[in-house]
């Protein structure tokens, strides 16, 4: 029976730490690049056999900590890091807890390690799949030296998720577009690491028709999703969020529902739209083209003189209100 701490942390208190998944996706549903998925069917070939290594075998007697199966999943965003997982724990028939960070992730001092280490516990009692979503905000890079207590309690945060991962048998999937950012000790903690790269033409293709409900979805004649696949790169979920604006664009239109229909230019317009919202995200703050972005000095000088003017204004005022005091002063005496 789960202890009150796991059922609140489970979600019958005010914050969910863990949110718990009943997979629905499968693996026939992810269309993967073949190195990937190479590698993704290697982990799970190392899951299926994890109790013929570790007990008929006899490595478990040998391997007394370590023995968890911890797998990084590391790729741009939308790549389909979040399904693979789902995928994973549908097709090992159990649950995924979702670590939520954010909620994890407390303003007491001392309560976030708790937290880590009471979603270990939750996930070893329901034998569930353990799921650290941009897991670079928990796994980040110790500091040296911390002097500070926000980074005494993030060393201690990573040095409690580093205990558990050495003594967890089960399976930690952590999931990252910063992998860079991971302490280095990490490494050798994670068993398998998973490069989701973006799809090739012909994956693209395989997911642009995937998105599409197969009796249900009126498409025009004109549609053709290997001209798609080919000419736009785009991530699963940049194609997901471009289906569900071509129909919205395709449903708006004025026509009677029965004859509207899905064609090529609301797909094509869609994606560019998408793609194009994507480029505006990675934009700098100063335009490059212009030749207007200032460098690392220059930025601190204009700052600097920013504070100075901001300095001598403000010993201008309190000169003027200290002379004006003394006028006063004496205006008051020669009466």
């Known amino acids: ?151 005494r309690e993030r060393n201690l945060t990573v040095n409690v998720l580093l205990r558990e991962l050495e003594t967890f048998n089960g399976i930690v999937i ?26 090739g033409a012909e994956e693209r293709a395989r997911i642009w028709r995937l998105q599409i409900h197969p009796t249900k979805t009126p498409l025009a004649a004109d549609v053709d999703f290997n001209q798609l696949g080919e000419r736009y790169v785009a991530t699963g979920g940049d194609i997901k969020n471009a289906v569900i604006k071509a129909a919205a664009a395709a449903a708006a239109e004025f026509a009677p529902d029965l004859g509207k229909q899905i064609g090529q230019r609301h797909f094509e317009s869609a994606v560019e739209e998408v793609l194009a919202a994507k480029a505006i995200m990675r934009q700098s703050l100063f335009d490059e083209a212009n030749g207007s972005t200032p460098d690392a000095l220059n930025l601190v000088m204009q700052r600097e003189g920013r504070w100075r003017v901001a300095i001598l204004l403000a010993v201008g005022l309190s000169s003027t209100a200290f002379v004006a005091a003394i006028a006063a002063i004496g205006l008051a005496l020669f009466r």
């Open 174 to 199: 952590f999931a990252t577009n910063l992998a860079a950012n991971f302490d280095r000790a990490f490494e050798r903690r994670i068993r398998s690491h998973v490069l989701f790269e973006i799809p």
């Open 1 to 151: 029976m789960a202890s009150p701490l796991i059922s609140f942390l489970t979600g019958l208190g005010s914050r969910r730490v863990v949110e718990t998944v009943v997979p629905a996706r499968t693996l026939s549903e992810v269309v993967l690049p073949p190195q990937t998925r190479r590698t993704l069917d290697q982990a799970l070939a190392e899951v299926r056999n994890h109790n013929l290594i570790f007990s008929h075998w006899g490595l478990g007697e040998r391997h007394t900590s370590g023995r968890g199966l911890a797998f990084n999943f590391a790729g741009p965003p939308g790549t389909g890091k979040t399904i693979c997982a789902e995928a994973i724990a549908h097709a090992l028939g159990k649950k995924l807890l979702v670590v939520d960070y954010a909620e994890a992730e407390s303003m007491w001092l001392g309560e976030t390690p708790k937290n880590i280490v009471a979603a270990f516990r939750a996930a070893s009692e329901q034998n569930a799949v353990l799921f650290f979503d941009e897991a670079d905000a928990i796994a980040t890079r110790r500091s040296i030296g911390a002097a500070s207590a926000p980074d």
